[in-house]
């Protein structure tokens, strides 16, 4: 498995992410034993980032990640674990806001590590930044857990260039994370090019923009209640059409490499830089091998300049989130 650091001063992470949200939550049905299968074999082979958030279905999936490490051959101390946490839910399953005060940061990292069934988080952020607390304080709690052994290192999630200064002059920070794929471009304008200046690395989620530029996404794909894709912009009427009119386009430049379009999509964001890591979001060991596959996929120049024409920046119609969640994001503010 290749390599690459998570900032100056980061940890090493494999060059491929797993994600692990959809395990539990946002993407219709799911099924614990895949799941597990589906994180040993990534782990098996030599995946070691495992993203997650402490709300994806309430705790459930830190639950099953600590399931799937208790019975897996590499053990937790081969995989790097990265949490998110803030996020506030109801009983219902409904989201109210975000919570970044220190005593709620600890309080949160509390559970997390008990769920988890581990000493430490490797990289720990805020999944929205909470508007009613400034950054500072909000690292500055993480920074605390550093010195005390909790946590490795900061991480930063949906901020944009301006919070990622002000949060990366309290203490060092490892990553951003953040929505960067073939479909999202606009962190290419000013959040990257702050990161590279910082040394923060960025680890890419939604490369497959969350299944509909994977390839297997059809127009009359039915999605359940509760699916994040039912009320996405992106996946809705004419919005839909166009973008799956430009993974047609992809399709035929991945037909012609002998690759599938979500290799060549999560190619494309490992083509972008040493510093950036895409997430995928495998829930099946299928997908997995898919994705995994990407590593294999070479894209020179030519191939980049045809993805650039399929697909160029900015193409994709509609908004990557609902607009009541657009407001969330500190990255789309600024
Ligand atoms: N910081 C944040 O704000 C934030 C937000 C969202 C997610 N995340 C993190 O980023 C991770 C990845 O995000 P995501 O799940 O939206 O990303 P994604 O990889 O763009 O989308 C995953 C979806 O793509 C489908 N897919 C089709 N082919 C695939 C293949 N070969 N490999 C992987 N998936 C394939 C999956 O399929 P099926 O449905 O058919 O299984 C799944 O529904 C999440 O798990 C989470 O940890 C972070």
């Known amino acids: 498995m290749h390599t690459r650091t998570l900032g100056t001063n980061g940890p090493v992470s494999s060059a491929i992410g797993l994600g692990c949200m959809g395990m539990s939550a946002l993407y219709g049905e799911t099924d614990r034993g895949e799941s597990i299968a589906t994180i040993h074999a990534a782990l098996d082979a030599g995946i070691t980032l495992l993203d997650t958030g402490d709300f994806y279905a309430m705790g459930h999936n830190e639950l099953l990640i600590r399931e799937a490490l208790e019975s897996s051959r590499q053990g937790r101390d081969n995989a790097l674990l990265s949490v998110k946490f803030g996020a506030l839910r109801d009983p219902d ?22 769920r988890l069934g581990t000493d430490h988080i490797d990289v720990y952020r805020i999944a929205r930044a909470d508007p009613a607390v400034p950054i500072e304080e909000t690292v500055g709690a993480i920074a605390e857990a550093v ?37 999202s471009r606009d962190i290419e304008q000013r959040i990257l090019p702050t990161c ?12 497959l923009s969350r299944g ?32 799956l009119g430009l993974v047609d386009a992809l399709r035929q ?34 997908r997995l091998t898919e994705a995994l596959g990407a590593l294999d996929v070479t894209l020179d120049a030519e191939d980049l300049a045809a993805i650039e024409k399929a697909v160029p920046a900015g193409a994709a119609a509609g908004e990557r989130y609902p607009t009541a969640q657009m407001s969330y994001l500190d990255s789309e503010q600024q």
């Open 93 to 114: 399953g409904g989201w109210s806001g975000h919570d970044g005060r220190p005593e709620a940061v600890k309080n949160f990292l509390a559970y997390s590590l008990q």
């Open 196 to 207: 590279r200046e910082l040394g923060i690395a960025v680890t890419a989620y939604g490369v």
């Open 253 to 286: 430049i991945a037909d012609a490499k002998g690759a599938t379009v979500a290799q060549i999509a999560i190619a494309w964001v490992l083509s972008r830089g040493e510093d950036i890591v895409p997430l995928v979001g495998a829930r099946r060991r299928d």
């Open 147 to 183: 010195q005390a052994g909790h946590v490795r290192h900061i991480g930063l999630s949906e901020v944009g260039a301006d919070t990622i200064r002000r949060a990366a002059s309290v203490a060092p920070i490892s990553d951003l994370q953040i929505e960067y794929s073939l479909f």
């Open 212 to 243: 509909l530029l994977s390839g297997h996404w059809t127009r009359d794909r039915q999605t359940a209640a509760g699916d994040f894709r039912s009320g996405s912009p992106r996946f809705s009427g004419e919005n839909l059409d166009r973008n």
